[in-house]
């Protein structure tokens, strides 16, 4: 069943153009998918494939209406050639992961930062009518607050939540000097189909369900009682996409929660995979991460607010989903 059949836009897509950057990636190509499903005019990718796959947009990639650019975003030129004649853009290319950041602060900068600020910049200079981008939940940091609420965050735990912090500093200065509407969105713990399992980032969703597939115990962080709001892709495409179309009053300038409003700790997840794979190890319990939140779980009431946003795909549906894709690309 395709996964985009619901429709987050209430408006015409087939007369506008979009940027996707990232678009190779995990979410970057569920966002494209969305856009070719709902017939969009011009879908435009870029992405530097350090992370990306091809084969993430191997569907699309042939149509008339699909373009692929493998660019940089560290390059100002590059994002000029990316922006020319968009309407929309979202903003998916970074390099995650915040055991990365810790180990190469200055990579994770150069993407995150000057990437960031190049193509925002481009995208301000071609007029480009919406400016959609990937935060991070990392951004409440040492806040003890639960659940999170946009307006309290703390000190950033790491280089990564620091850049994306960095982000939304820009998105709302660009605001003010520029009139650039933005829309800012804090995921928490994406999960979904073409999430990586390989590489030494990979997150924790597909590394339990690779493991479980072949019956082998994967590795817990600490004790597993720390907790997550897990958020099937689905519900982060569907953010994007609200992002870019909102008319609420003072909707942009902002950035929003993208959750579902549940926590579920890491040992429960275990659980849930083992059941739904049938495996029969045990998890390896070892150190808890540096830079890792012991819980996380968003208020998403802004994002109900300003963007209409209503997560319609729950946890235990999203890891049936998830697995099945897992079972048919790697089974
Ligand atoms: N997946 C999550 O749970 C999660 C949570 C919070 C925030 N985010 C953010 O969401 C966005 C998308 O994440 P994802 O999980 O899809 O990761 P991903 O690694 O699958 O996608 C990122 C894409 O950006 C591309 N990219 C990286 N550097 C680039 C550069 N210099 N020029 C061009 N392309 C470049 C990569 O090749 C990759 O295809 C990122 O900004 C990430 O920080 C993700």
């Known amino acids: 069943m395709p996964l985009y059949n619901d429709n987050f836009h209430r408006t015409d897509i087939s007369n506008c153009s979009f940027l996707i950057t990232g678009g190779a990636g995990f979410i970057g190509s569920n966002i494209v998918e969305y856009l070719v499903h709902h017939g969009a ?15 993430n947009i191997a569907d699309f990639i042939e149509l008339p209406n699909v373009q692929f650019l493998e660019l940089d975003i560290t390059n100002e030129s590059d994002c000029q050639t990316a922006c020319a004649n968009i309407d929309y853009v979202s903003h998916q290319a970074a390099l995650g992961s915040v055991p990365r950041s810790i180990e190469t602060p200055l990579a994770t900068n ?139 009053p003072g909707a942009s300038r902002r950035a929003y929660n993208v959750a579902v409003g549940e926590r579920v700790t890491v040992n429960q997840l275990f659980q849930a995979i083992k059941t739904l794979t049938g495996a029969t190890v045990d998890a390896v319990y070892q ?26 795909t729950q946890f235990e549906r999203g890891l049936e989903i998830t697995l099945d894709w897992f079972k048919k690309r790697f089974g």
């Open 287 to 312: 150190d808890p991460r540096e830079g890792d939140v012991k819980h996380s779980l968003a208020d998403i009431s802004l994002a109900e607010q300003y963007l209409d946003y209503q997560p319609n």
């Open 41 to 55: 005019g011009e879908v435009r990718i870029m992405d530097n494939l350090c992370e990306g796959k091809l084969e």
């Open 110 to 248: 150069a993407a995150n930062v000057t990437g960031f600020l190049n193509l925002m910049t481009a995208a301000k200079d071609a007029g480009v009518k919406r400016f959609v981008y990937a935060s991070s939940s990392s951004v409440y940091g040492d806040s003890p607050e639960m659940p999170k609420v946009e307006s309290q965050i703390g000190d950033p735990l790491s280089p990564y939540a620091a850049t994306k912090y960095t982000n939304e500093v820009y998105a709302g200065t660009f605001g003010r000097c520029y009139g650039l509407e933005t829309v800012g969105l804090r995921y928490f713990n994406v999960y979904g189909p073409r999430q990586k399992p390989d590489g030494p980032y990979a997150a924790v969703i597909p590394l339990f369900m690779d493991a479980l597939l072949k019956n082998q115990p994967p590795f817990i962080n600490g004790d597993g009682e720390q907790s997550r709001d897990f958020t099937f892709v689905s519900n982060a495409v569907q953010a994007n996409v609200r992002g870019m179309f909102t008319t609420t």
